[in-house]
């Protein structure tokens, strides 16, 4: 549906993307990830045909990105990664300006608006930055498209939202649609992707499935134990050990599970956390993979 082929643009000072190519099939939610200033909304800029790249293609539902995108305007519902609204309207204005715009339907606008829990007729001057951008979503998803291309879109949504916007993808995967996402937190796709493109400085590092992701990813664990010796004795198990504080030690694991179940059961827990791992050590992951292999 999706299909990037080496598509490459320059910025001055070296920055830009570089020989990207991918493909997101009809009905994939894909997530792209990568940290700030990584290309994504450079990459999704070309989706929707408002750049035009130095080399390589992009194409949506075989229609070229750059020029034909009228046409791939009409079949998309997009989100920006920054949001700028005319101040002067309300969101009943702006959301009658952007149906208007595209000539497009807006059948779903107030059942997202209920759901999202926005009052349409706020000023869009005296709305917050979360407001805003539940406008930005209902005005993507209002006229009900064959594909999403969302730009970093939970980004001012506090988490009761996030969990909402979570449901109504997941909604719309079931639906059929397409979906490209980007994001700087595995946790927020990891919920609703099926694969993850991740970015970094320009060029793709990696394309996989969420499980394999998952499955790859080191999991770390902050156990809190009774007494010294508990420690000693949890470290001498052979579990990978990665920092150890007075009554705490930070447990690193890859893939199964049971090893560290089976020798915390020896010792006095007084407390477990899982740590999240943030993006930039599953960054890291990938640069030691690859490293190794060149
Ligand atoms: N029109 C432009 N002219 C010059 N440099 C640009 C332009 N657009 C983006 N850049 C630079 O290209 C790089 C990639 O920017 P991009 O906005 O695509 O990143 P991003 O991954 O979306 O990050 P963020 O989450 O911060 O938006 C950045 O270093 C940015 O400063």
Request: hydrophobic content about 40%.
């Amino acid at each position: 549906m999706i299909r990037i082929n080496e598509l490459t643009k320059r910025f001055p000072g070296g920055k830009g993307i570089f020989d990207l190519t991918l493909e997101v099939n009809r009905g994939e939610v894909f997530g792209y990830l990568g940290p700030n200033g990584a290309g994504k909304s450079t990459t999704i800029r070309h989706l929707m045909g408002f750049m035009r790249q130095d080399e390589g293609k992009a194409e949506i539902g075989g229609m070229d990105c750059w020029s034909e995108s009228d046409k791939i305007q009409k079949i998309t519902g997009y989100l920006p990664g920054e949001i700028a609204m005319f101040e002067g309207l309300n969101g009943i204005g702006f959301l009658d300006l952007m149906a208007g715009l595209h000539g497009q339907k807006d059948d779903r606008r107030d059942e997202l608006l209920e759901r999202l829990e926005l009052d349409p007729r706020v000023p869009i001057r005296k709305m917050s930055k979360g407001m805003k951008q539940k406008l930005a979503i209902v005005a993507a998803f209002m006229h009900d498209p064959e594909i999403l291309i969302l730009d970093e879109p939970t980004s001012g949504l506090d988490p009761l939202m996030q969990r909402v916007f979570v449901e109504l993808i997941l909604e719309e995967k079931k639906r059929g649609k397409t979906i490209f996402m980007s994001s700087h937190l595995f946790q927020e796709i990891e919920r609703t992707a099926d694969r993850v493109g991740i970015i970094r400085e320009g060029r793709l590092i990696a394309v996989r499935s969420v499980q394999e992701l998952l499955n790859e990813q080191r999991k770390a664990f902050v156990v809190t134990l009774g007494s010294k010796s508990d420690i000693d004795r949890l470290i001498q198990t052979g579990l990978r050990v990665v920092r150890r504080g007075e009554t705490t030690v930070e447990i690193e694991v890859q893939g199964d599970l049971n090893p560290l179940i089976r020798s915390l059961s020896d010792v006095d827990v007084r407390h477990l956390e899982h740590k999240e791992m943030d993006l930039e050590e599953v960054f890291m992951h990938y640069y030691e993979q690859r490293e190794a292999k060149e």
